[in-house]
């Protein structure tokens, strides 16, 4: 399944950017979804996550509060709000075919996107 990613771009600090993340010619409900980032010279961690079965939602630490991830049935999203340059990375969705529930152990999703920028800068 290919997933497209958009929504990235510069914001200064405390601004906000709305992710968006889309499978075209594919149904997302049946999956579990997240969002992952890569920052400059370090790993990817999970950001946010919400599970196929009752859509309950997991945050990082570091996103509670400030994101909100949400899906529809062919879309997911990520809402961030008050971004700070800690914040700037890549960010990629992601599709988890097999379990009802989320997480953000990277190994258990089958499908990636190419990810967005988002860089929070003055």
């Known amino acids: 399944v290919q997933l497209v990613e958009s929504g990235g771009g510069l914001v200064q600090p405390g601004g906000s950017l709305r992710l968006s993340c889309v499978a075209p010619g594919y149904a997302l409900q049946h999956y579990g979804l997240a969002w992952f980032r890569q920052a400059p010279g370090k790993g990817r961690e999970g950001v946010a996550c919400?599970?196929?079965?009752?859509?309950s939602t997991n945050y990082a630490v570091s996103a509670k509060g400030r994101f909100t991830i949400s899906r529809d049935n062919r879309k997911m999203y990520l809402q961030m709000n008050n971004l700070q340059p800690e914040d700037t990375a890549v960010y990629y969705c992601?599709?988890?075919?097999?379990?009802?529930?989320?997480?953000?152990?990277?190994?258990?999703?089958?499908?990636w996107g190419q990810g967005t920028q988002v860089t929070v800068s003055s």
């Open positions: 992601a599709t988890d075919h097999l379990r009802d529930w989320c997480s953000f152990y990277d190994y258990e999703y089958d499908d």
């Open positions: 919400i599970s196929s079965y009752d859509k």
